[in-house]
């Protein structure tokens, strides 16, 4: 079992896989981005925009020579004219004219003045709230201009000024406002709120270490993954395999975690099994029962031990008498086979775990528990340990020393990826043998949800279930007696 501790890398899936994960928040934010926008272009007012434009021209006889020169002398002077528009000699009489209630320095920020390079034109563009005033505006500026570009380059001897300026378009009241850009503030309030919401879900994908699937497990270690439990409503109701319809998906779920662990257990021989898990509330109990009793319908002699004794739960469950059982057996106050209690019509017996010791770890690792776990994998075909979780105490760790194999129950939405690691080298620790992991409570929707297919159920489940009836007459008549009677051998 390998692990590694570095950060995991994305790829293009787990990208989209963070996508789909957080695909409401990234919505949420999209759309919210998308509302923004629309607000600021419903809450700013609007800005109308007139233009017009000058040509500038020099006073010359006609001559080639004199035009070159002109032409010149205009493409020179134009940059100056450009940022003469700007100024207080030429707005200050525009205002005067139009009676504005505004100063020149004001009306310098609406007003803007532009050449292109190697014309002689010179464009003019008035911004204001009203349409009709942006191009008054803008034609009282083209005037002035013309007036105090005459005055400037008018000779100080006297004389008409080498330079003229025309009015080639003249202004117009625009009829659709130059701001707000609707579709401008539509399009960067959806790229905004779609950025922000895919950086969210970079974030909280980067800071919620919860496992949620088995891409979130494979990124760290290579412990198989024997088996996927969905998440079911009913289960809290209903939480055992007998409960649930055999052609459910919880069913199916357990049927093919019996059918992989086979598999897995084939190098291993491990007749006993122990079911754990890293924390509380990740479903490890309901897994070793269902388990058991998958085992046991498909025609096996399943013994069901509920080591857990801190928080049993097994006999709550199955219903059975609880006070007497496994710590009985182990100080030697009652006989081992008087603890088995069997349950259901199948070949299931359980032994539940008696009164709470003091001392759990001693007891579960004791040569007492060594012997009896030797003594029911000679009796029983399979047998499954209910074992504590393996953070908060060391029972699990301790136990699993003498049993063959090891199966972690991970209960995606609730472990932590820090915690699922430091169980699994736990395990490592003391030699235990991982036959793999079941995921519990998967979603069934969304980027990491369970599903299964097959082609045809019924033919499947009726091939199976004339599979199990000769497995249960081969086993009976392998067993002539009973389980309950070899465990006092």
């Known amino acids: 079992m390998a692990t590694d501790s570095g950060g995991p890398s994305l790829d293009l899936q787990e990208y989209l896989r963070i996508f789909r994960r957080n695909w409401i928040l990234v919505a949420a934010a999209t759309l919210v981005g998308l509302l923004g926008g629309a607000g600021i272009s419903v809450l700013i007012q609007p800005t109308y925009t007139s233009e017009t434009q000058l040509f500038v021209a020099t006073q010359s006889s006609g001559s080639v020579t004199e035009l070159q020169q002109g032409n010149s002398f205009s493409q020179a002077r134009v940059q100056s004219y450009v940022k003469t528009v700007s100024s207080p000699v030429v707005l200050q ?101 779609l ?55 919880r069913a199916e779920s357990f049927r093919q975690l019996r059918t992989n662990l086979q598999f897995a257990n084939v190098s291993a021989h491990a007749r006993t099994v122990l079911v754990t898990s890293s924390v509380p509330g990740e479903g490890k109990s309901t897994t070793a029962i269902n388990l058991a009793i998958a085992m046991a319908q498909s ?105 063959g194999g090891v199966l972690v129950v991970v209960g995606t939405q609730t472990v932590r990826r820090h915690d699922l690691e430091k169980s699994l080298g736990a395990l490592q620790m003391v030699g235990a043998v991982v036959l793999g992991l079941v995921l519990n409570k998967l979603p069934t929707k969304g980027a990491d949800a369970y599903t299964y297919s097959y082609a045809s159920y019924s033919s499947a489940e009726s091939s199976t279930g004339s599979r199990e009836s000769r497995t249960k007459r081969r086993s009976s008549d392998r067993n002539e007696v009973s389980p309950r009677a070899a465990a006092a051998r």
């Open 93 to 193: 009489p525009a205002i005067d004219r139009l009676g504005l209630s505004t100063t020149a320095a004001e009306l310098a920020k609406r007003v803007e003045s532009r050449t292109d390079l190697n014309t002689v034109l010179i464009n003019i563009s008035v911004s204001d709230s009203s349409p009709v005033q942006a191009a008054a505006i803008a034609q009282a500026v083209a005037g002035s201009l013309i007036e105090a570009v005459d005055s400037l380059e008018k000779p100080k001897s006297g004389g008409v000024s080498p330079v003229h300026l025309s009015i080639v378009k003249p202004a117009v009241a625009p009829a659709s406002p130059s701001a707000p850009n609707t579709r401008l503030n539509l399009i960067f309030g959806l790229l905004t709120g």
């Open 299 to 403: 025609g096996q002699t399943v013994c069901l031990v509920d080591a857990d004794l801190r928080r049993p739960m097994v006999s709550q469950y199955l219903g059975l008498e609880g006070n007497a059982g496994l710590t009985t057996a182990l100080v030697g106050d009652v006989d081992l086979n008087e603890m088995l209690q069997q349950w259901g019509d199948d070949n299931l017996y359980v032994i539940s775990s008696g009164l709470i010791p003091p001392n759990p770890s001693e007891l579960l690792g004791s040569e007492e528990m060594k012997h009896l776990v030797e003594r029911l994998e000679e009796t029983f075909d399979s047998v499954i340990i209910d074992a504590p979780p393996l953070i908060p105490v060391t029972d699990a760790a301790v136990l699993a020393q003498h049993v």
């Open 195 to 249: 950025f922000l919401g895919a950086g969210a879900a970079l974030l909280r994908t980067t800071l919620d270490t919860r496992l949620r699937g088995e891409a979130d497990v494979r990124q760290f270690t290579d412990a198989p993954v024997l088996g996927g439990i969905a998440f079911d409503q009913d289960a809290t109701r209903k939480p055992l395999l007998t409960q649930a319809e055999s052609q459910s998906p």
